[in-house]
């Protein structure tokens, strides 16, 4: 998918108010119940579950699925011609890749988790890093798959469809938040306290607000968002003790920083051209 130019419309500037509003509130609505079944089977999906096991996470996270799939249904339910259209562009188009933007997308994140390892190092002793090449494979693949379906939802059909403009920094928040609480429950299942619940939706939300840029800024931004959500993942479970070192409460707080640095810098360049 290309970069969405200066003037070209949205879903929710060419499509009637109506179908928008029925097309989310059937995705999400679809998504919630397909995880609340998921959540609830946890317990017993639990039973399949080869110990120990290459990701680290409840069987529930298979929810990661629904988007990509609930979206494609969605689409075809509402008979959407527009939409079709859209979802074929995403598929079928052989479009040059924004290598700027595919660069990004893998350095950006590696590097949050990078300096995140460096100061948690700091902080306190680490486990020894451990990298075993087979598991970072097999990892590296599942969440390339699961990232792709996510971001066929949370980017490619709801945030389409509730921007208004190109960086839509509003409903990339409103979309962070939907994002970071529908994953609440599978962190409780997989043990986490409140404070690292809280800490990780704090960064969820920043994340997906890195990623609207992303997706907004270059060319093929689906795949960007896929890379970058993947290489995020990827570097979280990374982290020595299978990923259980990770502390989102320096994930956050970077995350936080990151965003109003560029903020800032944002600003800065803009203020520049207006004095231009």
């Not at 660069?103 to 100061?119: D, E, K, T, Y």
């Amino acid at each position: 998918m290309t970069a969405r130019s200066e003037n070209e419309p949205l879903p929710s500037e060419i499509e009637p108010r109506t179908g928008i509003v029925t097309e989310t509130t059937l995705y999400l609505g679809l998504i919630l119940t397909g995880s609340g079944l998921l959540w609830g089977l946890e317990p017993v999906l639990a039973m399949w579950r080869p110990e120990p096991s290459p990701i680290p996470v409840p069987v529930s996270a298979l929810m990661a699925a629904l988007p990509g799939l609930v979206a494609a249904l969605v689409v075809r339910m509402t008979g959407s011609q527009r939409q079709r259209a859209f979802w074929r562009s995403i598929y079928l188009t052989n479009r040059r890749i924004d290598t700027t933007g595919l660069a990004i997308a893998i350095a950006a994140p590696l590097g949050l988790a990078g300096l995140q390892l460096l100061l948690q190092a700091l902080a306190s002793p680490l486990p020894p890093l451990r990298v075993d090449v087979e598991r970072v494979v097999l990892l590296a693949f599942a969440f390339v798959v699961f990232g792709g379906l996510e971001e066929l939802g949370w980017s490619s059909l709801l945030y389409e469809h509730w921007a208004k403009r190109r960086y839509d920094l509003g409903v990339a928040f409103g979309v962070g938040v939907i994002w970071a609480l529908w994953h609440v429950v599978p962190y409780l299942q997989m043990g986490k306290g409140p404070a690292w619940v809280v800490a990780q939706c704090v960064f969820t939300v920043g994340f997906r607000v890195g990623l609207v840029v992303l997706y907004d800024r270059f060319s093929a931004g689906l795949v960007n968002t896929t890379v970058a959500h993947a290489c995020m993942n990827l570097a979280v479970f990374t982290f020595p003790d299978h990923g259980a070192s990770y502390d989102p409460t320096f994930a956050a707080g970077i995350m936080i920083a990151s965003l109003l640095a560029a903020a800032a810098m944002w600003s800065r360049s803009a203020g520049e051209k207006r004095r231009w």
